[in-house]
Every structure is written in structure tokens, then in C-alpha cells.
């Protein structure tokens, strides 16, 4: 029998086949409003959107949708679908799929990160339509890390669509709870992912993982930052062989990758405007 233990990329839930720092009590709803899953007939997964200012008017805010790279290069075709749950005016909240163009002539409409698993492009939706997003400044960078925003053992909410689950019928992430488990995390240069000890599955592959601000001085104002980004898990591989079969089984481990936020910020900076 020969065990290996592998990595393998979250990918996303093949249609074909197929949080806050330790002792903070309040969920991240700024980031659950701000998330939503992408799919098409190939596969699903999970995005969230970043505001960041206009080029020409800073009072006018582009949009920025961020996944895993290899969410987008394993969608084949010039579309997908964004997933959008619209507020109505009695507290409600209704579902609504949105096309989205991720490639023009075949060309990537995104781009990526020379070194990490991270895409972005600029999200145009239809006239009418208005989403909610997280500040380009909610994107924690390495510094951040260093004065101890993120830190080995701290709990953190990862917002995400396992096995293409939705939390509600208004087409919301679902929100689970994991721990840091790596250490150490800096220089984020040298470590440009940490492992988070929670189940992944496909269709998580571009979840954002979210801390609260644990130095807020007033906790009901407190807003989440984003200190990394989902793109796989480390699972074991058993191969036995015996004289009348072959059997190869991959048990999860329980770890999920994670690249931190440094590398978001950078992808985003590389978004034309």
C-alpha cells in the first residue's frame, strides 16, 4: 500500500460530473453581502467584488470581481454566470443570475498574478443592477500581517459554495469557521500561502477568508479586512494494489490553501482602469 500525501487545486464542482479573530462575535456580513458564485456549464466556484476609486473620478467606484485563476482558465467559452442577491425594499432578498463575459475573441478578459493563484477583472454589470463590495483598503497587506492582523491560531470566516451549496434560496455564500494552522506567515514573500484548518470542497476555490479588526475601538463599527483568498487543499492519496484490483482513494485532510491578501492587492493594482 503507498500513501502520498498531495495537494490538489479545489478547481470547482463540475456541472457535467457532477471571520473574526479569536473571542469577536460579530459575523462578517459586509463580506457575505459581497460574495457571490460564478458558474457555467463547465463548473462553479466563488468570487467577491472590491470597490476601489475611478481613475478619472475618485467619487466613482470600479468594480473589481477577484477568484482563483484557475476558476477562470477551467471555464471554457466567452461566459459565465454571476450569481447576484438583490436587496428589495421589505428587507427581502431575491436571487437573480447575471451573464458575465470573462473572454473577448477567446482573449481572457481577467488578469493574474505572475506568481499566485489569484485573477481578477472589472465587473460592468447590466444598467439597474447595483451589488454591495468590500473596500480595495479592506484588502490586508503584508504590513497588516507583520503588526499582527493576522496571526498562527486565529479564527477566521471563509465564505463559500461547497459542492455548489447555497446558504438560502437568495443565493448567498455559506459561512464557515476555520483556524489558522500554519506559522510562520511572514515574510509573505517566502510564504505566499497558510494553510486554514477547515473542509474544503469544489466550488470553494476563490472564497475569501476574513478576519474583524481585533484593534477597533468600538466593536459595532468594526469591519472585516480580507487576509487571503481559497484556491485548493492538501488531501492523502492510498494506492493499494491487490491480484484482482487497483483502488486509488484521496482522503482530505481537512486544510485548505489559502494565498494571502498582499497578493489580491497586487492583482487588483494590475486591473487597468
Known amino acids: 500500500m503507498l500513501r502520498q500525501r498531495r495537494s490538489f487545486l479545489l478547481l470547482c464542482c463540475f456541472a457535467a460530473g457532477a471571520a473574526s479573530a479569536a473571542g469577536a462575535e460579530e459575523p462578517p456580513m459586509d463580506a457575505m453581502e459581497a460574495t457571490f458564485k460564478i458558474a457555467n456549464e463547465d463548473s462553479t466556484a466563488t468570487c467577491f467584488v ?5 481613475a478619472a473620478e475618485a467619487s466613482r ?4 470581481l477577484v477568484t482563483a485563476a ?7 467559452g466567452d461566459e459565465c454566470r454571476i450569481v447576484l442577491h438583490e436587496g428589495r425594499a421589505d428587507g427581502t432578498f431575491v436571487r437573480s443570475e447575471v451573464p458575465l463575459k470573462i473572454r473577448s475573441a477567446g482573449k481572457p478578459l481577467w488578469v493574474r498574478h505572475p506568481d499566485a493563484d ?3 477583472m472589472k465587473l460592468e454589470l447590466p444598467a439597474g443592477r447595483a451589488i454591495a463590495a468590500l473596500d480595495v483598503d479592506q484588502l490586508a497587506g503584508e ?10 491560531a486565529d479564527e477566521v470566516w471563509v465564505l463559500c459554495f461547497p459542492a455548489q451549496l447555497e446558504s438560502s434560496s437568495a443565493g448567498f455564500p455559506v ?3 476555520g483556524t489558522v494552522a500554519s506559522f510562520p506567515l511572514t515574510p509573505v514573500d517566502r510564504n505566499k500561502t497558510f494553510l486554514v484548518d477547515f473542509t474544503t470542497f469544489g466550488g470553494d476555490s476563490g472564497a475569501p477568508v476574513v478576519v474583524c479588526d481585533r484593534n477597533a475601538p468600538d466593536a459595532a463599527v468594526q469591519r472585516t479586512s480580507v487576509v487571503g483568498l481559497v484556491t485548493g487543499m492538501h488531501r492523502e492519496t492510498t494506492k493499494s494494489i491487490s491480484p484482482i484490483e487497483e483502488r486509488t482513494v484521496h482522503r482530505p485532510l481537512g ?3 489559502v ?7 497586487q492583482t487588483v493594482d494590475r486591473v487597468p482602469h
Open 70 to 76: 484557475h476558476v477562470f482558465k477551467s471555464m471554457t
Open 118 to 120: 489569484i485573477a481578477a
Open 255 to 257: 486544510l485548505a490553501i
Open 61 to 64: 467606484r470600479e468594480l473589481i
Open 259 to 265: 494565498v494571502h491578501a498582499e497578493f489580491i492587492r
Open 50 to 54: 472590491i470597490a476601489r476609486p475611478g
Open 143 to 152: 504590513p497588516d500581517v507583520g503588526s499582527g492582523k493576522l496571526r498562527s
Open 175 to 177: 459561512l464557515r469557521r
